[in-house]
Structures are given as structure tokens and as C-alpha cells.
């Protein structure tokens, strides 16, 4: 390969892994947001152990997925600095709100809510979970802004040989925007929801002792999936109209495209008739049907497989263009670079993004196994004060 097709895969190859781990947390952060916010209004302990148990797996998969988000934004000035001279000015600025106002806050919210357990009022640590979750919908909708900029440059004109914004309404009301983040949206709580159906059926098939715990978990999976499903096909089929506006030859180019259109769609009705016509008619009794178990564990990574496959569909169907009809992949792309240095850093990137997957879903697979007992999330309840109590004392 030459070093254009080298630096384009090693793109392809860095975005993939990260969206693994961005998919996940959209999808886990409502959810577990969802059982925190029972557990303060009924008081019942199991709800509480739930959200411990599937809170730590989020904070296990945004803990490592944060460095594979710092790679991407890397591999921006390494790679296509082009990019950056002539659309920095309008493609920078949603990713710089996104990292120090959207993803500090959310990183400050769940540190608060981590630690915050036995320590803060239960209505403030439960708004911590909630905050957290707005402010990851937060950075994806940046990200979508950015992103979709790419796809449309909507909101921005050519000055002196760069692109500069001149309606900031335009680049957030963007046509190729307002069905896509929709869409991912939904696919994160289509992925969320099969991983906790996934899990839970792995407990139950085992016999585990927890079975109220897991029979809930289960049934808000399946529910989870179901939402995120007509979510993510409804707004998925609406973006053919935009896409037929503003790039009409999307579907017609490389071979790639078409082969993870075509699967893309083909597990997401797969999976959507199965959730709606056989899962959720028997969400009821499904934890007691020991024998459909095993179908729930082998089902759970295609939804991950079809968000890959939607990934490759929309950024590989904008080819030549990086900014599209304004900027190629070839103008966009650093002077200067050898194959031998983008050989390079493709491995590297690539070995470092692939083991901090395979040790996330080693830890999430860990964590999962051993169960609710081994949870260390809000188990470190505070010391009790040796002082004696005051007689008005709340």
C-alpha cells in the first residue's frame, strides 16, 4: 500500500477500536443511570447492588476507552494536518468544546459519583449518574457536529484558501446531523441493552444464586435493546434522504461500502424482528427458559458488529473527500510522511488500541463472572465518627 491508503487504514483501524468503547458507554450510562434512579425511589437493596454491579462495568469500559479517544484526536495533527490548515478553524472548535466542556464534565460528574457513594445525599449522588449521562450525549452530539461537518460543510465558506464559520446555526442544524446522532444514540442503548442481556443470561444459565438480581437485569435488557433498536432503524432509514442530497454517489464507490451496508442492515432487521416479535412478547418468562440462554450470550457482540459496519458505511462512502466536495483525503493528508513511518505508527497504534480492548472485555468478562459479591464500587462505606452523637443530631 501506498502511504496515503497506509495512513487511511491506519485511521479505519484506531477509529474502530474507539468506537467500540464509545458505542458501550452510550449505551450503558441511561441504563445504569435507570436503576440508580429506582434504587432511590423504592430503597430496595438489590436495585442498589444492581446499579454497583453494572456501574462498575461502565466505569471499567470509559476508564480504558479514554485512551483510545486520546489516539484519534492524536493521529489529527499526525496525520492530516492538512485537515487542520485548511478547516481547522470550523472542524476544531466542536471538538474543542467537546473535550473541555462536555467530556471534563463528565469525567467530573462520575469521579463525584464514584466516590460519592455512602457520602454524598442520595438525590445529589443520583443526579452525579444522570449528569453524567447528559454530558456523554453532550460529546457525542460534538463529536456528530464535527464529524457530519465533514460530510456536509454546512455553516462555513472559503476565505484566503481556508474554510471559515460563518453560521454557527447551520453547523449545528446540519442535515447529515439531525437523523445521524439519532441513530448512534440509539445503537449505544441497543449495544447496552444486549450486553446486560447477555450477561444476565450467562449468570442464569449458571445456576447463580442471584437470580432476582439477574432475572431484572435481564428483562431491562431486552426492554433497552427494543427502544434502542426502533431508534436506531427508524432514524438509520432516514438518513437516506439526506444522504441522497448531499453525496448521491455514497453507496456507488468502494466495494467495502456496499459489503457493510449490506450487513449492517441485515443484523440490525435480524436482530429487531427477534427482539420484537420473540424477546420482548416473552420478556416475562425468558429468565426461567434456561435453554435460550446460551442463544442471548452468542447474540450479544452483533450489535457491536453492525455500529462497525454503520462506521465503515459513512466514512468510507465520503471518499476521495475528507471535507466533502471541498477538501480530498490526499490534500487533507501531512507532507512528508514515508510509508515506513506510518507502518510504523499503524502498528503501534494498533497494538496499543487492540490491548486496551481485549483487557477491557477481559476485565468486563471478569467482572461479570465473579458477580455481584465481588463489586468494589460503593462498597467502602465511611468510618463511623468515635465522637459521641449530639443530642439534636439529624
Not at 457491536?304 to 458505511?313: D, E, M, S, T
Not at 468478562?365 to 449530639?390: C, I, K, M, N, W
Request: net charge positive.
Amino acid at each position: 500500500m501506498n502511504v496515503l491508503d497506509l495512513a487511511r487504514t491506519q485511521f479505519a483501524v484506531t477509529g474502530s477500536l474507539h468506537f467500540l468503547f464509545v458505542v458501550l458507554t452510550l449505551g450503558l450510562a441511561p441504563l445504569v443511570a435507570i436503576m440508580h434512579t429506582r434504587h432511590a425511589l423504592t430503597g430496595k437493596p438489590v436495585h442498589e447492588r444492581m446499579t454497583r454491579f453494572w456501574g462498575q462495568i461502565y466505569v471499567i469500559n470509559y476508564a480504558l476507552g479514554i485512551a483510545t479517544g486520546l489516539v484519534m484526536e492524536f493521529q489529527f495533527g499526525l496525520s492530516w494536518s492538512g485537515l487542520s490548515r485548511y478547516a481547522g478553524d470550523v472542524f476544531g472548535a466542536p471538538l474543542a468544546i467537546e473535550t473541555l466542556g462536555a467530556f471534563f464534565l463528565e469525567s467530573t460528574f462520575l469521579g463525584l459519583w464514584i466516590f460519592g457513594w455512602h457520602r454524598l445525599p442520595r438525590w445529589l449522588h443520583l443526579a452525579c449518574i444522570w449528569l453524567v449521562t447528559l454530558t456523554a450525549y453532550a460529546s457525542a452530539f460534538w463529536i456528530m457536529v464535527a464529524n457530519s461537518f465533514l460530510q456536509n460543510p454546512a455553516g462555513a465558506v472559503e476565505r484566503g484558501g481556508r474554510l471559515v464559520l460563518t453560521d454557527l446555526g447551520a453547523l449545528v442544524t446540519n442535515p447529515t446531523l439531525t437523523m445521524a446522532l439519532p441513530h448512534v444514540l440509539g445503537a449505544g442503548l441497543w449495544t447496552g441493552g444486549f450486553v446486560v442481556m447477555g450477561a444476565s443470561a450467562y449468570q442464569l444459565f449458571r445456576r447463580t444464586a442471584d437470580r432476582e438480581f439477574f432475572t431484572g437485569s435481564l428483562r431491562l435488557g431486552v426492554i433497552a435493546a427494543f427502544v434502542g433498536s426502533l431508534i436506531t432503524v427508524g432514524f438509520g432509514y432516514a438518513q437516506f434522504t439526506p444522504v441522497s442530497e448531499f453525496q448521491p454517489d455514497k453507496f456507488n464507490g468502494t466495494p467495502v461500502v456496499g459489503i457493510s451496508l449490506d450487513a449492517m442492515i441485515a443484523v440490525g432487521q435480524l436482530l429487531q424482528l427477534l427482539i420484537m416479535f420473540v424477546l420482548l412478547p416473552v420478556v416475562y418468562w425468558l429468565p426461567r427458559w434456561r435453554w435460550t440462554h446460551p442463544v442471548l450470550m452468542l447474540i450479544t457482540p452483533l450489535p457491536f458488529l453492525a455500529a462497525i459496519c454503520g462506521w465503515l458505511v459513512r466514512e468510507i462512502g465520503r471518499q476521495p473527500w475528507m471535507v466533502n466536495g471541498r477538501l480530498t483525503v490526499a490534500d487533507a493528508m501531512s507532507p512528508g510522511l514515508t510509508s515506513g513511518m506510518v507502518t510504523l505508527s499503524l502498528i503501534g497504534f494498533a497494538g496499543v488500541l487492540g490491548l486496551l480492548a481485549v483487557v477491557d472485555y477481559l476485565l468486563i468478562a471478569r467482572t461479570v463472572r465473579r458477580g455481584p459479591a465481588a463489586v468494589t464500587l460503593g462498597a467502602d462505606a465511611p468510618a463511623e465518627s468515635t465522637e459521641p452523637a449530639h443530642a439534636l443530631s439529624f
